[in-house]
């Protein structure tokens, strides 16, 4: 499955963005879909990640409360809404594909990768 993210971008501290994901090639609705996050010269972290039906969502104690993930497999498109940014969530934003029915949250269980998208939070 190819993978392109967008909706990055400059925010404010206290504001809100959401990310998108758009996914092609074989069936979408098979994958558990996550969101990572790479800092400057910090590894990559997992964000959130959502099953293949929606049911399951698991996200990072330091974004739970403010971020939510959603999927809309008609649309082949996942989602991040963000909101209460702060400057430590500044990174390059990857969406990633796993074809296990759960995976744990580490980048090695996803197979597939967008290119990025960076979201700046500063005033």
């Known amino acids: 499955v190819q993978l392109q993210a967008s909706g990055g971008g400059l925010v404010q501290p206290g504001g809100s963005l959401r990310l998108s994901c758009a996914a092609s090639?074989?069936?979408?609705?098979?994958?558990?879909m996550g969101w990572f996050r790479q800092a400057p010269g910090k590894e990559r972290e997992a964000v959130a990640r959502i099953s293949w039906s929606g049911s399951l969502t698991r996200y990072a104690d330091s974004v739970k409360g403010r971020f939510t993930i959603s999927r809309d497999n008609a649309k082949n498109m996942v989602y991040l809404q963000m909101s209460h940014l702060n400057p430590k969530d500044t990174a390059v934003y990857y969406c990633?594909?796993?074809?296990?029915?759960?995976?744990?949250?580490?980048?090695?269980?996803?197979?597939?990768w967008g290119q990025g998208t960076l979201l700046t939070v500063s005033s």
């Open positions: 090639g074989r069936p979408f609705s098979t994958n558990t």
């Open positions: 990633a594909a796993s074809s296990e029915d759960w995976p744990n949250s580490l980048p090695q269980s996803f197979a597939s």
